[in-house]
């Protein structure tokens, strides 16, 4: 009897991973950013926003008190803010940081589409709550034994950046790899209003606004409110911002998201 030896191929499945991109690359795409040059006491802050529908890019404004800290211990800072992410461009993340821990889990529906129009978007602080509106609707709210602990002076942040951490890409942002772009969003109103109940913080060495009602239309850069910022200063997020990618037209400030030659 012969015995014929045939050769068996054995084929293993590997398990494929969503790649996340590498440091280097955070420099091939760059993206825009202001920095208030003053802290602000608690109050209401408004933004006329438009937003950007392109995946991988996000239009963020928070407060931060993370340089008080004098400190590279990412949670030891408070974060107030709201996020309009071009993936899920009909919802706001809402975003409260404590002590690095997040209080925000889910996007909120808007029931719009947050890139065809401006919408009014405003954060309100008080020692009874912590609001996030929209259009003047309520979206979401503290519990005063958090809000009471996020009233702060913080410096504010305007920015418009890709998603191109894996952090951003795991929470569904998107990947600007994929993106068509220069990218653009759109602001062309900012106010604020000090809150009555809040005293002076006591030994703040950091620059206050001493006005109670600021607005700006953005029909320049005004000088004595904002600075164009190469960093927003949160460690998760490292695109390059450029001075190049914020341009002030006809009473609209438009933010820019593109890749860099």
Sequence with gaps: MRYICLPILVFFTLPIFAQPIEPENYKKYSGACLKSKL?????????????????????????????????????????????????????????????????????????????????????????????????????????????????????????????VSHCDIADGWGCIRKAILPAYAFINQFTYHKAKEISKPKNFTFMLCKQKNIHDNFNTLNSTLWEISLSDLIKGNKPLYTPDNLFFDNFVLKLQINRQL
């Excluded at 940081?97 to 947050?114: C, E, M, S, T, W």
């Excluded at 609707?137 to 942040?157: E, G, N, Q, T």
Aim: glycine fraction near 6%; proline fraction near 4%; charged fraction near 20%.
């Design 39 to 163: 802290f602000y006491q608690p109050g209401t802050f408004t933004f006329n926003v438009k937003a950007s529908n392109i995946t991988g890019t996000i239009f963020c404004a928070f407060l931060t008190d993370f340089e008080v800290n004098n400190s590279d211990d990412f949670l030891k800072h408070i974060e107030l803010g709201f996020e309009l992410v071009g993936q899920s461009i009909n919802s706001i993340k809402c975003v409260a940081v404590l002590n690095g821990r997040k209080y925000h889990i889910q996007d909120f529906p808007l029931g719009f589409d947050a890139s065809e129009d401006f919408h009014k978007y405003q954060i309100t602080q008080s020692k009874d709550a912590i609001k996030w509106l929209v259009d003047g609707k309520l979206v979401w709210s503290l519990a005063p034994d958090i809000a009471v602990r996020l009233l702060k002076p913080m410096r504010l942040f305007i920015n418009f950046r890709p998603a």
